[in-house]
């Protein structure tokens, strides 16, 4: 990325994504050639690099890490933070006032300052697209593809890599990391970058971190699940009388990150634990921004060792000291399954996970089986009563002939 190449990141969780294009971009915006500074000493240097995420933790922790990098320059690179569910006008004060030259934010919310005259990209030339697979599973390809065309266009790719030149840039820089490489994204990588370096960390295929312990438990009775959460956290040291395993305190505390399927349940399970005495905090998409935040900051800081939470919490976060993942509900999907655990074992370390799995569940069978496989972990009995083949893809429209491997646009064909 330093020598000016567009890089396709296929990384596993906790491989150091953040710092991989967050170093190389504020050398991009310190090589510029800038604009005198405006008034009260703000830079009137416009946007140079935009950074979208799919949910609005990952925006806030990617905004965090990038400012940690920043403020230790001279002169700072300023940095902010856009992401909706919460009032626009003190993020429009702050790219007015302040000119940060990184923004860094979710789909939705660039787009509508966007469109609404606030945010110019029109400068952007370090574009990093994180999450990608995530984000188009959420369905935010149409916005994407309209947020790149608002920054400057890729250069040929008979250019090769982009030369800095003296003044202002005229092509953009593109980085997208994806824990996986679906057809999807390699259909958004072809469009929009140019001769991308392709960087693998662990596996191109779907693979769960091996330096997680994978524990699968089937669950005949959906009722004894609550029973069964109980039991585990204390089979694990996190009892009601010692919710940790060691004496520290603060971010040194082991964590539990238990996940729930529906926002309803997080809630439930989160009154639950809080009624037997442990220390517990929930995220969920029903609960405000600051609430969320809130909940995030208290388990990260170690003042609650238990974080219950739906699938906004499975994908990027970087909560240190996470030492149990607990499923108490198999997601909707195995690939939700494989970030769900990667939020321990993380740069290097070990972590566990416990998953439930059940009778609701039985469609994902196969694909369970075949990630247990591929690790080496223990297959449970009863988790073949369901089969250990994967269902074929297919497709509303054309069912079990549906192709995703297939390359090239459609040709309209007019009769006469």
Same mark, same amino acid.
């Given at each position: ?17 953040? +710092?991989?294009? =967050? #170093? $190389?971009?504020? !050398?991009? @915006?310190?090589? *510029? ?48 933070? +856009?992401?909706? =569910? #919460? $009032?626009?006008? !003190?993020? @429009?004060?702050? *790219? ?321």
């Amino acid at each position: 990325m330093l020598g000016g190449r567009d890089v396709i990141g296929i990384a596993e969780t906790g491989s150091g994504k953040t +710092v991989a294009f =967050g #170093v $190389p971009a504020i !050398e991009h @915006i310190l090589s *510029l050639s800038t604009s005198s500074s405006g008034k009260k000493g703000k830079s009137t240097a416009p946007v140079s690099v935009l950074v979208v995420a799919p949910t609005r933790e990952l925006a806030m922790q990617t905004h965090n890490n990038l400012a940690l990098i920043s403020n230790a320059l001279s002169p700072k690179v300023g940095s902010v933070c +856009v992401y909706g =569910g #919460v $009032p626009k006008p !003190e993020q @429009i004060r702050i *790219l007015r006032n302040e000119r940060p030259r990184i923004v860094v934010g979710t789909p939705g919310r660039l787009l509508d300052l966007a469109r609404e005259g606030n945010l110019d990209l029109g400068n952007v030339s370090w574009l990093v697209l994180d999450e990608a697979d995530r984000m188009l599973d959420k369905g935010f390809e149409n916005d994407i593809r309209e947020i790149i065309k608002l920054c400057l266009p890729s250069p040929s790719s008979a250019l090769g890599p982009i030369k800095e030149e003296q003044g202002a840039p005229k092509f953009r820089r593109t980085a997208m990391f994806s824990a996986t490489w679906p057809m999807s994204v390699r259909k958004l990588a072809a469009d929009f970058m140019t001769q991308p370096l392709r960087i693998t960390v662990g596996s191109d295929s779907l693979q769960a971190n091996a330096r997680v312990e994978q524990v699968a438990i089937v669950v005949e009775d959906q009722r004894k699940k609550e029973t069964l959460l109980l039991t585990h956290l204390r089979d694990n040291g996190f009892s009601l009388n010692s919710n940790k395993k060691t004496g520290a305190q603060g971010k040194d505390r082991e964590k539990v990150l238990v996940f729930a399927l529906y926002k309803k349940e997080a809630t439930r399970l989160h009154e639950f634990l809080k009624n037997k005495g442990y220390e517990v905090v929930c995220i969920n998409g029903d609960m405000t921004q600051e609430k969320r935040t809130k909940s995030l900051d208290d388990f990260k800081e170690g003042r609650a060792n238990i974080l219950v939470a739906t699938d906004v919490a499975a994908r990027g976060l970087d909560i240190p000291k996470v030492e149990l993942v607990i499923n108490q509900t198999f997601p909707l999907t195995i690939e939700d399954y494989i970030h769900r655990i990667g939020r321990t074992g993380r740069a290097g370390r070990t972590g566990k996970s416990i998953t439930f799995f059940g009778e609701p569940d039985k469609a994902l069978a196969g694909h369970f089986i075949r990630v247990l496989r591929d690790s080496n972990a223990v297959i449970p009995p009863g988790l073949d009563q369901w089969g250990s083949a994967i269902k074929k893809e297919t497709h509303g429209a054309y069912g079990a002939f549906y192709r995703n491997d297939v390359k090239g646009t459609a040709k309209k064909i007019t009769f006469d």
